[in-house]
């Protein structure tokens, strides 16, 4: 089959075994280091990826995603849930109040933010539910004062399913014997687990327990919502309250958690930079390499040039050796990069059952998560493939400069 002169070479000059080791050696060394650079640089973005991915589910699946507030308490909320939902980005919306307390139970403190819900509402717009591991959210009735704890508050309080725990808030209200803090009794009905901070800050309540606590029974402060698109969330916020009149007010998630996630993002646009620092000196080792094989094949190229071979011809001669290392080592390297990508969680998990470690104890998670995104993938592969090509070029350019007179002197 007919194949150009410099492609049939280059492909013949990457296949055939050197005289030189050394040379051999160092492209070896070429491909590998490609090879490692690129596989690091998939795992580590999937991993990063797999901890953006985890935090967004849990912390923003127990947060609210976008919050419509009121200055004063509102009455008629099920038309203001109407209004909201009647936005196509709008998935559900639910009432709630919400105040800062301090529980206490056998002799032990722990302040929280103690939300007001309708269960039944709630389990549409958050993950509590599917974060219970003790009792239910729907244990929580109107009048019975229950209370759903996270684990954190938990553990603090030392207290179980069915205890009894007492909500002081920092309101306080006259009696006969003066000013004192309103307080109330609750019973423990659940207990939930994010693996994040909100299981130490967090704690639900019904709503008409609250409204009664906050003196506002048929009241609520305002509506949460879950949106189909979590960056659309000032947009939507902003879209409802020109539907609303000046008692109302809105908040997102970037307004509370936006600095976490920024600095996650910051963190991954880091690591990618120092990984691509790695694929540049892998792709610096093919210029190496291409250097000494072109001193190495000085005669040949001259005897070339003699038959009639252009410096155009020499020049793609290296070129293509030197992308063959190139795609090569990335086609390698993305097998590996995808390989430890979808392995990597077993993997560490295999490593501290292994060693009786817990390399997650500090973190919100008990493993370590990954989530491979092809466009990663796409994106690593192609900035390996242009610099491998770049690096070939000032070795094919001095190939191509080469003159055989020179070359032959001493041959």
């Given at each position: 089959?007919?194949q ?5 070479i280059?492909?013949?000059y990457?296949?055939?075994r ?8 160092i492209?070896?060394t ?6 490692l ?6 795992t ?6 797999g ?23 509102i009455?008629?909320?099920?038309d203001l ?25 056998q ?8 939300t007001?819900?309708?269960p ?11 974060a ?23 553990q ?7 205890d009894?725990?007492?909500l ?7 009696t ?14 659940g ?10 800050s967090?704690?639900?309540?019904h ?20 949106l189909?698109?979590l960056f659309?969330?000032?947009?939507v ?32 646009t ?6 691509f ?15 000494m094989?072109?001193t190495?094949?000085?005669a040949d190229?001259a005897i070339l040039?003699?038959?009639g071979?252009s410096?155009q ?8 050796q030197?992308?063959v290392?190139?795609i ?11 390989l430890l ?8 998990d ?5 060693f009786?470690l ?7 998670v008990n ?5 491979l ?11 390996a493939?242009?610099?491998s ?8 350019r ?10 032959l002197r001493?041959?």
């Amino acid at each position: 089959m007919f194949q150009p002169l410099s492609l049939f070479i280059g492909w013949r000059y990457t296949r055939a075994r050197r005289r030189n080791h050394f040379i051999s050696f160092i492209s070896l060394t070429s491909i590998l280091g490609l090879t490692l650079g690129v596989g690091v640089m998939i795992t580590v973005l999937s991993v990063m990826n797999g901890f953006d991915h985890e935090l967004r589910t849990r912390i923003l699946g127990m947060v609210p995603q976008a919050t419509i507030n009121a200055y004063q308490p509102i009455g008629q909320w099920q038309d203001l849930v109407r209004v909201a939902q009647r936005n196509p980005q709008v998935v559900a919306a639910a009432p709630f109040i919400q105040m800062q307390g301090m529980l206490t139970a056998q002799g032990n403190v722990s302040g929280a933010v103690i939300t007001g819900i309708i269960p039944e509402a709630e389990q549409r717009v958050s993950i509590v539910q599917q974060a219970m591991i003790q009792g239910k959210l729907t244990a929580l009735k109107d009048a019975a004062f229950g209370i759903v704890v996270g684990q954190g508050v938990a553990q603090a309080l030392g207290i179980r399913l069915g205890d009894k725990v007492m909500l002081v808030l920092p309101e306080t209200s006259p009696t006969p014997a003066g000013v004192i803090p309103r307080f109330r009794r609750f019973t423990v009905v659940g207990i939930f687990k994010v693996g994040a901070e909100v299981d130490s800050s967090l704690a639900y309540i019904h709503l008409g327990d609250a409204g009664r606590m906050l003196h506002m029974s048929g009241q609520v402060q305002g509506i949460r919502l879950k949106l189909r698109d979590l960056f659309q969330a000032p947009q939507v916020t902003q879209a409802i309250l020109r539907q609303l009149d000046e008692n109302f007010f809105g908040s997102t998630w970037e307004e509370t958690q936006g600095n976490l996630f920024s600095a996650i993002r910051m963190e991954k646009t880091m690591m990618g930079l120092l990984l691509f620092l790695i694929v540049a000196v892998a792709a610096f080792n093919i210029v190496s390499s291409l250097v000494m094989v072109v001193t190495d094949k000085k005669a040949d190229i001259a005897i070339l040039r003699t038959l009639g071979a252009s410096p155009q011809t020499i020049q793609r001669i290296f070129m293509v050796q030197g992308s063959v290392i190139g795609i090569g080592g990335t086609l390698m390297g993305v097998m590996l990069g995808v390989l430890l990508a979808l392995t990597v969680s077993p993997l560490v998990d295999a490593i501290q059952h292994l060693f009786g470690l817990d390399l997650f104890a500090a973190y919100f998670v008990n493993y370590l998560p990954s989530r491979l995104q092809w466009s990663d993938v796409l994106w690593v592969s192609a900035l390996a493939l242009v610099l491998s090509f770049l690096a070939t070029v000032y070795p094919a350019r001095r190939a191509a400069a080469v003159q055989p007179a020179e070359a032959l002197r001493y041959e």
